[in-house]
């Protein structure tokens, strides 16, 4: 195992649940090729998250930055002596969120984080994280490369059609799972609206870029993915499962483009996922995607 690992990829990919499985294996006393036991002492004290060498840290509620105060009582705790015996593992999800002060207070201990300590980083935008922090991860690429076991797994999950739902979200199994649950309505609908803003020539690319200057580019992207994808389906005589709302705004926008454009758009977005955009600022990537689709509509 390398001391310090960032986990990469789009959001709802299931890296946070991958860094949570991780720790758990590597804590148990006897684990397995499936994972933790879920037995033992120690899987007991983590699932009472009582276990002493073991550490989650993430921005709190109602903040967007990791504080260097978290950062300190991290290094602080690695720092005490190990027992020797067992790893200790800490797991920093939305790494990126650790403003410059909190970077630099890990930047030390990621150098030598001592024995038996393993450092799991989690980040939809490793792009954002100082090139120094990431030079001292081994970075794993957390992407969709089993299709079919995210399938059964979203069907295992309630998930009526696993295919199209995953197809729908852009390949991401957790943002099925999120969207089922409600969650990120009041985002989806901000977005959304600014996507049929866009392509029904509502307003002006500078104002739409503009209402989306709080939502992080990957969120956007995936947003877009999604309408996108749900739009090629309905094109092609597929259902897609969708709320009303989404439905609402494929219809709305279907007709505004030929299929191959939208198809041209969707790979436009795919591209814009998978290069590290998401570490670019929103506004210079968004406005260079909406100026482009603004003329192929006029074309
Ligand atoms: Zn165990």
Not at 278 to 294: C, H, M, N, P
Request: charged share 20%.
């Amino acid at each position: 195992m390398p001391h310090a690992l960032l986990l990469a990829g789009v959001q709802g990919m299931g890296k946070r649940e991958f860094a949570l499985f991780a720790a758990a294996a590597l804590l148990c006393e006897q684990p397995s090729i499936k994972g933790a036991c879920g037995n033992c002492g120690a899987c007991n004290q983590l699932a009472a998250d009582a276990h002493a060498d073991y550490r989650y840290i993430a921005t709190e509620e109602g903040s967007e930055v990791i504080k260097v105060d978290a950062i300190r009582q991290l290094v602080d705790w690695l720092h005490l002596t190990a027992n020797g015996k067992s790893y200790r593992v800490a797991i920093i999800n939305d790494a990126d969120a650790m403003n410059r002060n909190s970077a630099n207070g890990l930047l030390k201990t990621l150098e030598e984080p001592g024995d038996g300590t393993i450092l799991i980083l989690v980040s939809n935008k490793p792009g954002s994280l100082p090139a120094t922090i990431r030079s001292r991860c081994q970075k794993i690429n957390i992407t969709n490369q089993d299709a079919a076991a995210a399938i059964s797994w979203l069907e295992g999950q309630g998930i009526a059609d696993g295919a199209s739902a995953l197809h729908a979200a852009g390949g991401a199994p957790y943002r099925v799972i999120w969207q089922q649950e409600g969650e990120w309505s009041e985002e989806q609908r901000l977005l959304t609206k600014a996507w049929v803003d866009l392509i029904c020539h509502r307003a002006s690319v500078g104002k739409i870029v503009d209402s989306l200057k709080d939502y992080p580019t990957s969120r956007c992207l995936a947003q877009f993915s999604q309408l996108t994808a749900m739009t090629t389906a309905q094109q092609q005589g597929r259902q897609s499962g969708a709320d009303p709302a989404t439905v609402e705004a494929v219809s709305a926008t279907v007709d505004c483009l030929q299929s191959e454009q939208w198809f041209t758009i969707y790979d436009r977005l795919q591209q814009l996922t998978r290069s590290d955009s998401a570490s670019f600022k929103t506004q210079a990537v968004l406005e260079g995607l909406f100026a482009d689709i603004r003329l192929m509509i006029q074309g």
